[in-house]
């Protein structure tokens, strides 16, 4: 599996890298997003869902609280915040099930606590602080290999 690294400088350069990836998502696809608290995960995803077209960037916000964000324009797309799920019962009681029975974009953050099996392709993007505003973000993924 192709691995593609960049580092991003900002974080209108992440969203644009955000938008990139989006491009060439084609649904049903798992984004599973993983790196340290504030490396970019939410701003990343912020290109991605503009990038779909399914919401404005602005409208993409951290699903701290509902873990669960869903938006249905142009495709259907979940944003998961897992940063509070503990264990098994926690993440069924998200229902995902639902998302995982569509033709969805399902992207998920904190993505190492996803623990469910699926067949699902794959999209897993690894960030990390490379000092001050910079991220290096790793990408990784068989949807993806087509392109980069
Ligand atoms: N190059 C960059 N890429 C992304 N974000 C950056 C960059 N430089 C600075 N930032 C800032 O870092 C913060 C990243 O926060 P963000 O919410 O995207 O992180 P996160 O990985 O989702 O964190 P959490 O684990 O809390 O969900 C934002 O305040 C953003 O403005
Ligand atoms: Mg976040």
Redesign the pocket.
Known sequence: MRVSEFV????E??IAKGREIAAGLHPPVMVMLS?E???????LTKGIISGLGAAPEEDVT?PTFTLVHVFHNHCKVYHV?L?RVENFQDLESLGLEDALGEEAVVII??SERFSYRTDWPRVEIR?EHAGG???RIAISGLSLENRL
Do not use: F, N
Request: charged residues 25%.
């Open positions: 991003s400088h900002s974080s350069e992440t790196g608290l504030g490396s970019g995960k939410t701003t951290s915040d940063y953050e904190w960030l505003d910079s991220r």
